[in-house]
């Protein structure tokens, strides 16, 4: 329960990275603000919670919109009296390269990925600063390490631009002790991504589980001396990758041939 007494925005929340990141964050005794698009989602998302249910709470917020954020998080403080982490892991994708993709759809990604970060800090930076203290997390990608990005351009520039975001936000932020980190994530295993990439070996993936690991770590006062990082997230980590070993033995295991009870053995020669 070390995050007991917290209180943190998880945006994306009812996704597969946010649901992992907002259900630990409650578990660990914080208190969680889910905003969400869809009743169906926040429903899914409180019948998985279980026992830490009772620290998770939602509303409807367009998180593209500047009003719904700052009601959003307006209503976070005066339920709660304080806001301590913000994690950004709204989002979108769409593959593209730059003289293919649209105005609406370039828009469209710069919307989702990196205005979401911006209005959420927006209204989230005064709160911390008036108490002196805050912890950052923002989303970039793994996809934009090492020049990458080509097919992908609208998506990898705004989740580029999202790190830049970020190490900016903490120098301007630094003397009120809030700190902002960028994570990176790999593709992570998710079951969108198995239904659109079916052929990839799923155990080179990172997990979710993993990322909100990682997340966990820089929201917590064990990285209380790191003021800003940009941690890559690209490897499974050894407990998942059993995980995933197991589950296909048991595939194997199950398509293997079963012979008849009183199938005939041949006598050993002598």
């Known amino acids: 329960m070390d995050f007991q007494g917290r209180v943190a925005i998880v945006t994306g929340g009812t996704g597969a990275l946010g649901s992992a990141v907002a259900m630990d964050l409650a578990a660990s005794g914080a208190r969680v603000a889910v905003p969400y698009t869809a009743d169906e989602h926040w429903a899914a998302l409180e019948s998985r919670a279980g026992g830490p249910r009772d620290q998770l709470w939602g509303a409807k917020a367009d998180f593209t919109d500047a009003a719904a954020v700052?009601?959003?998080v307006s209503d976070v403080v005066e339920r709660w009296g304080r806001l301590d982490f913000l994690v950004c892991i709204a989002?979108?994708?769409?593959?593209?390269?730059?003289?293919?993709?649209?105005?609406?759809?370039?828009?469209?990604?710069f919307d989702l990925n990196l205005r979401t970060v911006y209005l959420a800090v927006h209204a989230a930076a005064p709160v911390m600063i008036r108490q002196n203290f805050g912890r950052i997390v923002t989303t970039s990608s793994g996809a934009i390490l090492n020049g990458g990005g080509a097919g992908i351009a609208a998506y990898a520039i705004s989740k580029g631009a999202v790190r830049q975001f970020t190490e900016i936000l903490a120098g301007e932020l630094k003397g009120y002790n809030i700190h902002a980190h960028c994570i990176l994530p790999g593709t992570m295993d998710t079951e969108a991504n198995r239904r659109s990439m079916p052929k990839a070996d799923f155990s080179q993936w990172v997990s979710t589980a993993d990322v909100a690991r990682v997340i966990h770590f820089l929201l917590s006062d064990d990285a209380r001396a790191v003021r800003s990082v940009a941690v890559p997230v690209l490897e499974r980590g050894r407990e998942a990758v059993l995980e995933e070993s197991d589950r296909r033995q048991e595939q194997h295991?199950?398509?293997?041939p079963i012979p008849p009870i009183n199938s005939p053995t041949k006598s050993p020669k002598g």
């Not at 593209?96 to 469209?108: L, Q, Y």
């Not at 295991?253 to 293997?256: C, F, Q, R, W, Y």
Request: hydrophobic share 35%; glycine share 12%; aromatic share 12%.
């Open 70 to 72: 700052e009601r959003f």
């Open 91 to 109: 989002g979108g994708f769409a593959a593209g390269k730059i003289h293919e993709t649209s105005e609406d759809a370039w828009d469209r990604m």
């Open 253 to 256: 295991d199950s398509t293997l």
